[in-house]
């Protein structure tokens, strides 16, 4: 782990479990409470110099995305190792983490300047709020990770960063890496049980709390860190409809649909998760979907031409199996897949599941993996009411011939992402947050930094001193 600057051992470890053989293949630290603390004081210490120099920020934010750029062919296949994706997915990840680093090292924060006239100027600036418990799921360590550091680092904040316990070697080796070009105690690193979560958003030192992973996991960090009225940046389950209108090019757009949701292996929080089908083309929809999902590879990530990898543990697996399961139960048909595949680690055929509809799991819960439901609608209005159902709003999208028919459908989403003819297009440019049970707050452009800042008022009377205005 890295504290403080520092390399830090622990006495105990972990297995860290590589997901296409199913076996350990290296070990984590396993921290505790006492390093907890000290991670949330070196960040405390640090934050009084690192709020101070904003151009030493832009900077540093430069050097960490060149550290990436250079530690890319080391990091890459561990981050193949123990996530299981293909290595060239994994060097994409790497890449989008430096794009966003250095889209916040080249983001200007100048003051907003609300009047300025005989009487007064009135600005308002950013102040940063301390040390920030930043904690990243499974699927995305790198960028999601990374991305909410950076966030952090740019308007002052100082990190303690903590990957998910089945992903946790290329976070801690990039920390150690990092420590080079950041202050003492900037960035801290830790690893451990899923323990150490609760012990970092219920610290007294931490002053805001940015959290990506379920929902249930999210609710339970807003009542604890809520205690201590601590900033909240809450990413949580998403669940993303997608409808199709009648005038599509029924294989275009299944081209298009099918990568963006098996990207990752389904397990991807903004991926497609459902898809609405009018009647009259739903049957050609499904075959087309169908036909990809019999087509791909899958495979060990770091095998050439694998396309999708394992699920990352054995428990998510098994959700999906169960998922897969109960729409059987409930009249669903699995046009393709359905099993887990045999052999070692965690495979799972790409699976498409039609006749099924709302009010059956798969169709109402998040997957998270390879297993798609197609939904027959049978008007504008009622595929509307069905995606805009249950608690989830994180993305949608909706797909026509005509661009304008789509958009006025997409305006309809109770979504905070809704994209037409496209899904998960993001840049770090972009305002990322979901409505509902999908999360609080935003990750992403300037309104990323609201989560993890506070506002301040400057007002500057231009009359005469002791003069009251």
């Not at 296409?20 to 390093?35: E, K, L």
């Not at 600036?125 to 904690?135: E, M, Q, Y």
């Not at 105690?185 to 970092?200: C, F």
């Not at 770090?428 to 990323?448: D, H, I, Y």
Request: charge should be negative; glycine fraction near 10%; hydrophobic fraction near 45%.
């Amino acid at each position: 782990m890295t504290i403080g600057g520092a390399g830090v051992e622990t006495a105990t470890s972990l297995d860290v479990v590589n997901p296409s053989t199913g076996r350990p293949f290296a070990s984590m630290p396993a921290g505790d409470r006492t390093h907890v603390d000290a991670a949330f004081e070196a960040a405390t210490r640090a934050f009084q110099t690192w709020r101070e120099d904003d151009e030493q920020r832009r900077q540093s934010l430069r050097a960490m995305a060149d550290a990436v750029v250079a530690a890319a062919g080391e990091l890459a296949p561990l981050l193949t190792a123990e996530q299981g994706k293909p290595l060239s997915e994994s060097h994409r990840e790497l890449a989008g983490t430096v794009a966003w680093l250095r889209y916040y090292a080249d983001l200007e924060l100048p003051p907003e300047i609300i009047r300025d006239d005989v009487e007064a100027r009135v600005e308002v600036v950013r102040r940063p709020l301390g040390a920030v418990a930043a904690i990243a799921p499974f699927n995305f360590p790198i960028i999601i990770g990374f991305a909410k550091v950076a966030t952090a680092l740019r308007v002052g904040d100082t990190v303690v960063l903590k990957p998910s316990p089945y992903t946790p070697l290329t976070t801690l080796k990039l920390g150690e890496i990092l420590s080079q070009v950041l202050p003492a105690g900037v960035l801290n690193v830790l690893s451990g049980s899923d323990e150490i979560g609760p012990m970092m958003t219920t610290h007294p030192l931490a002053r805001a709390v940015t959290f990506t992973g379920s929902t249930a996991t999210g609710r339970r960090i807003a009542t604890a860190a809520g205690d201590d009225l601590k900033r909240m940046v809450l990413e949580l389950g998403g669940n993303d409809p997608v409808i199709v209108l009648d005038d599509v090019d029924v294989d275009a757009v299944a081209e298009q649909l099918f990568p963006r949701a098996f990207n990752n292996n389904g397990q991807t929080c903004v991926a497609p998760k459902r898809i609405y089908a009018p009647r009259e083309i739903r049957a050609a929809l499904v075959d087309a979907f169908a036909d990809r999902a019999r087509a791909v590879k899958v495979g060990d990530g770091f095998l050439p031409g694998t396309v999708l990898g394992p699920l990352n543990n054995a428990p998510q697996r098994d959700r999906v199996a169960a998922l897969v399961t109960d729409a059987v139960a409930h009249g669903a048909k699995v046009v393709t897949g359905g099993t887990a595949i045999d052999g070692p680690g965690y495979f799972y055929e790409p699976t498409i599941v039609t006749d099924v509809s709302d009010g059956v799991r798969i169709v109402d819960e998040e997957q998270f993996g390879p297993a798609l439901p197609i939904v027959e609608y049978t008007d504008i209005d009622d595929a509307v009411r069905r995606a805009n159902s249950g608690t989830f709003g994180l993305g949608g999208s909706v797909w026509s011939a005509d661009t304008e028919r789509a958009a006025a459908v997409a305006q309809r989403l109770e979504a905070g992402l809704s994209w037409v003819n496209t899904h998960t297009a993001l840049s770090p440019a972009m305002p990322f947050g979901g409505t509902k049970w999908s999360g609080l707050g935003t990750e992403g452009g300037v309104r990323g930094l609201d989560g993890l800042s506070d506002f301040q008022v400057i007002y500057r009377a231009k009359n005469a001193p002791g003069s009251r205005v």
